[in-house]
Structure formats: structure tokens, C-alpha cells
């Protein structure tokens, strides 16, 4: 069931393409596997444990929120995007269209997390955002936000997925300050990725003409041949715990874990 706080235009944050024409792609793609596995983990360490009620803002192709699901959170997807809120759409499943760009409705419900999972990048002012997910939560609640890491790593990649900026832990900690959230820690993720990223992103690959966002979007994530695939989700797990005990000095993604106050 789709309920609407507000409508905008997805083309404005990411070219809705992208979001409607690559599901399958996305759902076998090691790193959102290993992004949802991350996130399932940091909420265990939280306390956040099934069947707490989880909001994932933001939730676009679904692969965090299957995940949730499969663990028995109570989980509401929300998006911008009308076409993948369809794509995910089911009698049972809560589900959002709204635009964080837009003021949240009052007297909504609260939840025991909150998830933006690569979501403040597309937004202009990422603080009025971060503000607006603490609305969500309820006073003692946890709010995870993850953002691509590094601007010496922007590409067309960035460009063609409507970022607006490739984030540093300083330029992450900004975006909470002034809120109603209180920044417990930030994170690396992705230090194995580093180099190999960098590496294939110094060759330059602009688009052809008459080529579509979503084609685009596609030949960035191709996988290596076998055994690459697996190579990338035994890389992905080794690094699981090192990331979130934070171990690790530098990565593709940064994480950010605040809390509402209990006032």
C-alpha cells in the first residue's frame, strides 16, 4: 500500500530510468548485498532488533528492504519515485512516496530506526534532510545515514546518479550539526575498493551519443568475469567487521550513526 506526504520529481535526484530499468541488476550486484548485510549487522550492535519498526528513506530498488523483511523488521520503504514504489508494492507492505525536499506531515508515525542509505548526496541541503529524518524517529532512536566517500573519486558516475557532492567525515558531521540528532560516530566502508575504483574510473568513459542514463549506469557496474563476483563478496565480508568496529582509514562509502534524544 503507497501512502503520499508529498510528490516531486525523481529526475531531479536520479534519472527515474535508472531506478525502474535496472532491478534485476541491482538485486544480484555484490555491493548492495553487502551494503544491506552491513547495515542488518549495525543495527544488531544498535539493539535494534526484529520486530522493531524500521523506516528505510530512500529505499529505491528494495534490497535493504527485503533484507529487513527477511529478518522480520516491521520496515516501511519510502521513496520519491513513484515507479519503483510500484515495483515494490504489495497489499501488506508500507510503503511512502515523499520528497525530503518537502516538509513531513504532522503527526506521523515515529520509528525505532531510521536508514538513508545513499540518499543526502542527491539532495541540496543535506542538513534540512538530516533534519527531517530525525522527525521520524521516535526520542531514543537511531538514524543511519551512508553517502559515497571521497571527492577525489568523483566521475561521470556521480554525475549521471544526480550527486550533488562526494562527502569527506568533516563535510558528513556538517550535515548534522544544528539538528535534532546527536552524531555518535562516522565510519568508513569500501577500503578495499579504493584503489581498484580509482584505478578503473582514471579511464576516461563519457557517454557515448544517444546513450541512455540507465546504459550508462549499467556499463559501470558491469562485473568482472568469474571468479570477480565472488572475489568482490569475499572482499565485502572480510571487511564487515573491521568497518564497524572502525578500523578501517579511508573507503568509497562513509557511514553516519546519530541519535534522537530521549528529552
Given amino acids: 500500500m503507497i501512502t503520499t506526504w508529498s510528490q516531486g520529481t525523481?529526475?531531479?535526484?536520479?534519472?527515474?530510468s535508472i531506478l525502474t530499468n535496472l532491478t534485476a541488476l541491482i538485486h544480484r550486484h555484490p555491493w548492495w548485498t553487502a551494503r544491506s548485510r552491513l547495515t542488518c549487522a549495525l543495527l544488531d550492535r544498535l539493539g535494534v532488533t526484529p520486530p522493531a519498526r524500521v523506516f528505510d528513506a530512500g529505499c529505491g530498488w528494495g534490497t535493504t528492504l527485503l533484507a529487513l523483511e527477511n529478518r522480520g523488521y516491521q520496515v516501511t520503504g519510502m521513496d520519491i519515485s513513484r515507479g519503483t514504489l510500484a515495483r515494490l508494492d504489495t497489499p501488506e507492505r508500507q510503503l511512502v512516496r515523499a520528497d525530503l525536499s518537502c516538509p513531513v506531515p504532522s503527526g506521523v508515525d515515529v520509528y525505532d530506526a531510521v536508514l538513508a542509505l545513499d540518499v543526502i548526496e542527491h539532495i541540496?541541503?543535506?542538513?534540512?534532510?538530516?533534519?527531517?529524518?530525525?522527525?521520524?524517529?521516535?526520542?531514543?532512536g537511531w538514524v543511519?545515514?551512508?553517502?559515497?566517500?571521497?571527492?577525489d573519486?568523483?566521475?561521470?558516475?556521480?554525475?549521471?546518479?544526480?550527486h550533488r557532492r562526494r562527502y569527506t567525515p568533516e563535510t558528513l558531521r556538517l550535515?548534522?550539526?544544528?539538528?535534532?540528532?546527536?552524531?555518535?560516530r562516522t565510519f568508513w566502508w569500501g577500503q578495499w575498493l579504493v584503489k581498484l575504483i580509482r584505478s578503473q574510473r582514471s579511464k576516461p568513459k563519457r557517454a557515448g551519443t544517444g546513450e541512455a542514463p540507465a546504459e550508462?549506469?549499467?556499463?559501470?557496474?558491469?562485473?568482472?568475469?568469474?571468479p570477480g563476483p565472488l572475489v568482490l563478496r569475499a572482499g565485502f565480508a572480510w571487511?564487515?567487521?573491521?568497518?564497524?568496529?572502525?578500523k578501517l582509514t579511508t573507503g568509497t562509502s562513509l557511514f553516519a550513526v546519530a541519535r534522537r534524544p530521549v528529552q
Wanted: no cysteine.
Fill in 10 to 16: 525523481a529526475d531531479e535526484h536520479m534519472d527515474e
Fill in 124 to 140: 541540496d541541503d543535506d542538513r534540512d534532510a538530516v533534519t527531517k529524518l530525525g522527525q521520524i524517529v521516535r526520542p531514543g
Fill in 144 to 151: 543511519i545515514v551512508s553517502v559515497p566517500a571521497r571527492p
Fill in 153 to 162: 573519486l568523483w566521475t561521470e558516475f556521480d554525475e549521471i546518479q544526480g
Fill in 175 to 184: 550535515a548534522f550539526e544544528e539538528g535534532p540528532l546527536v552524531l555518535d
Fill in 216 to 226: 550508462i549506469y549499467r556499463r559501470y557496474l558491469k562485473l568482472p568475469p568469474w
Fill in 239 to 246: 571487511e564487515q567487521n573491521k568497518a564497524l568496529a572502525g
